[in-house]
């Protein structure tokens, strides 16, 4: 099956054949022409599928000969990075055509995203927030509003937005197409699709059990004080080009990557608390290579596409199988191959043998040749809570002397 087979405009035909793809994904295949032909989606497909070609190219046809001037499709995903990764997307599939549109996120300022509604561009990607605000205004207007997409549903209710989310249908008009895109189905959002969504095609597609073929898993035990130390070394093995590192905290991936930094490992880093500025350039660094490393969270790092990246590297085992599965997912895409290491400390591995029980596998446990396991680290990473609580202590024992100083110095005086 090629995508002239869905019979989309030239134009568009020309997008899909400057991003050299070549076929359709079964995702591809199985919603694009239920979406072609006005129907609402409900699509059960992972990240790494090729989803949102599958709805994009439907909504991008079906404006291709309608009178612009008013926004027809709103895509909502529950990152920034997402988003705007989205929104790239639809203007490479999007080069040969008039259809436009703009990305809405927080991190960065209002007023050209005003302009964007005001201009009542064709499509508007955004996330729930920052959306929101927005929609306070009398400029965000939807009147117009043909077609609704909710992308990676089940993060969006992981991060807390469900209320959001059914905040902004309210406002929404009624008769729409909608598409609702999910790597998991939840009871809340299954409940959230019956609710909004008119007689869908449902699909399933690449819900996977187990991480893909092409990855090579390779499980390092290691102390957790000497985690740092040893991702190090292993970043000087040949290979190791582009790694995706992931950690439990955005205060640990800030740590870490200030450790990479310290010893010579050229590394940023992307989470929550850092500026859209800052994760916009941490991302185009890693992809253009001035970074080896790329320290993520878990939810910072949904929606971001990278080719070729050669490893993912569990800094912290993941709690879930699903998470396990997620980040493993982000190399060895599109039939490539690529590398997932774990470096597991003795209080991880229970949670590494529940992933293992839950994909049917049991990962190969290897020790780095030429590494001390039994050293003493020269600088720890994170500092054990008993001594972070010891130093806050003695911090206000610090402050209440000193005050307790000055007040009995404005005495003396009086």
């Known amino acids: 099956m090629s995508f002239a087979d869905f019979s989309l405009h030239s134009d568009l035909l020309r997008g899909v054949a400057a991003l050299g793809f070549q076929a359709p994904t079964p995702i591809q295949r199985d919603a694009i022409p239920p979406a072609l032909a006005g129907r609402d989606v409900l699509a059960c497909a992972m990240t790494g599928s090729g989803k949102t070609a599958a709805f994009l190219l ?93 992308d990676e549903a089940d993060r969006m209710l992981d991060m807390g937005f469900l209320p959001d989310i059914r905040r902004i249908l309210a406002a929404l008009p009624a008769r729409r197409q909608t598409l609702l895109f999910s790597a998991t189905m939840p009871a809340p959002i299954v409940a959230l699709a019956r609710d909004i969504l008119r007689d869908p095609v449902a699909i399933q597609v690449e819900r996977p059990a187990a991480p893909a073929v092409g990855i090579t898993h390779t499980v390092y035990p290691v102390p957790g004080e000497l985690k740092s130390a040893l991702l190090v070394e292993l970043l000087k093995q040949p290979g190791t080009r582009s790694v995706l590192a992931f950690t439990r905290t955005k205060h640990r991936a800030n740590r870490l990557a200030d450790y990479l930094a310290r010893h010579a490992v050229k590394a940023d880093r992307i989470h929550g608390n850092r500026s859209q500025a800052q994760r916009t350039a941490a991302l185009a660094g890693f992809k253009d290579g001035r970074f080896q490393v790329l320290v993520a969270t878990d939810i910072a790092a949904r929606g971001i596409d990278i080719d070729a990246l050669s490893h993912v590297v569990n800094f912290d085992v993941p709690n879930l199988s699903e998470d396990y599965i997620h980040r493993v997912g982000r190399t060895a895409r599109a039939q490539a191959v690529g590398d997932a290491l774990t470096l597991v400390s003795p209080q991880e591995e229970s949670d590494l043998r529940s992933i293992e029980r839950a994909v049917g596998a049991r990962f190969a446990r290897v020790r780095l040749p030429g590494f001390d396991y039994g050293k003493r680290p020269a600088e720890k990473l994170e500092i054990p809570l008993a001594e972070r609580i010891a130093t806050i202590r003695a911090r206000k024992a610090d402050d209440r002397r000193r005050a307790r100083i000055n007040a009995e110095r404005r005495a003396a005086r009086a």
């Not at 529950?78 to 809405?104: K, N």
């Open 58 to 150: 439907p909504i991008l046809q079906r404006f291709m000969t309608q009178p612009r001037g008013t926004i027809r499709a709103l895509i909502v995903a529950p990152t920034r990075e997402l988003a705007a990764q989205i929104d790239e997307h639809r203007r490479e599939l999007a080069r040969f055509t008039r259809v436009d549109g703009a990305p809405v996120f927080g991190g960065v300022g209002m007023g050209p995203q005003e302009q964007a509604f005001r201009r009542r561009v064709d499509v508007l990607v955004a996330t729930p927030g920052r959306l929101l605000d927005h929609m306070r205004m009398p400029y965000a207007r939807f009147d117009g509003l043909q077609v609704l997409v909710l």
